[in-house]
């Protein structure tokens, strides 16, 4: 863990629950980091005539590769800064940061921003009025015909257009490279190359970019919206239904990592019990 005792930064706020952090590191403390890893780095250096680590410092810093020695400080302090800066102005990020190192050079203060976001706000607005409008044509009795429930699909796409909510950019993008790398993985286990995928389905990159862009914008205005109508309707999941779905699984291995995995299985348990409260107006 690294102390910092006059580490400097600037917040400023950016649209749709964004922020961008300047991250000022005086470089006594960077240079403390820096005497350390190269410390421990003259340990493992062999030089010719000599056991490992038992050289003298002058001939084994000779031989020491500074710019790793950089690259190993940037890799420590970077985290560790933005971790304490992030607890300093109160924010809590969703997402990995966007590091970008503005200056790095030595015996002088290091800079670097770090952009990431937070939960977006989410208004409900009139969402259940606008629910109960299709659940209710749903109910109309035509002669010789049986009532249909509104498929699902309807009313998600209800939900997404009548609750306002502002998904930040780098976490669409961030989402949207997630389920293309997974995609490419799929695609590289059916030994396919991603150019005999495009032609099958008759679509060039940016299209396709561009098709999971928009599902990742709606598949997280879905979550943020559910998970605030849970809020709003005290919805919440106890152990023994998350139990009840584990025992479903016969096969004991997944029941084990079910369990290992209880937070994430509580979430679809409870967007699911929210959906059938919506389901429900």
Request: proline letters at 5%; charged letters at 35%; hydrophobic letters at 35%.
């Amino acid at each position: 863990m690294i102390e910092f005792e006059s580490m400097d930064s600037t917040l400023k706020r950016l649209p749709k629950s964004t922020f961008e952090l300047t991250i000022i590191l005086p470089w006594p403390e960077v240079k403390k980091c820096y005497d350390k890893i190269a410390s421990e780095a003259l340990e493992k250096i062999e030089v010719e005539g000599f056991r490992k680590g038992k050289a003298p410092k002058k001939l084994a810093e000779e031989k020491i590769d500074k710019e790793k020695i950089f690259q190993e400080v940037i890799r420590q302090i970077v985290p560790e800064a933005y971790l304490e800066v992030l607890k300093k102005h109160n924010l809590n990020s969703i997402i990995n940061p966007k590091i970008e190192l503005v200056s790095f050079k030595e015996g002088e203060d290091w800079v670097f921003k770090a952009t990431a976001c937070e939960k977006p706000e989410v208004n409900l607005g009139n969402y259940q009025e606008e629910i109960k409008k299709i659940n209710a044509k749903s109910k109309i009795v035509i002669p010789g015909k049986e009532p249909q429930p509104p498929k699902l699909e309807e009313l998600i796409q209800v939900l997404l257009e009548n609750v306002t909510v502002e998904i930040s950019d780098l976490l669409a993008e961030s989402e949207a490279n997630r389920i293309l790398a997974k995609l490419l993985d799929e695609i590289k286990a059916l030994g396919l190359t991603l150019e005999q995928y495009l032609s099958s389905v008759g679509k060039t990159p940016e299209q396709l970019r561009n098709e999971y862009t928009q599902k990742s914008l709606n598949d997280l205005k879905l979550e943020f919206i559910l998970g605030k109508i849970a809020d709003a309707e005290n919805i919440s999941v106890n152990p023994e239904e998350i139990e009840k779905v584990i025992q479903k699984t016969e096969d004991k291995k997944s029941q084990e990592s079910l369990r290992q995995n209880s937070y994430l299985l509580a979430s679809v348990i409870r967007q699911q019990k929210t959906l059938d409260f919506v389901k429900s107006l």
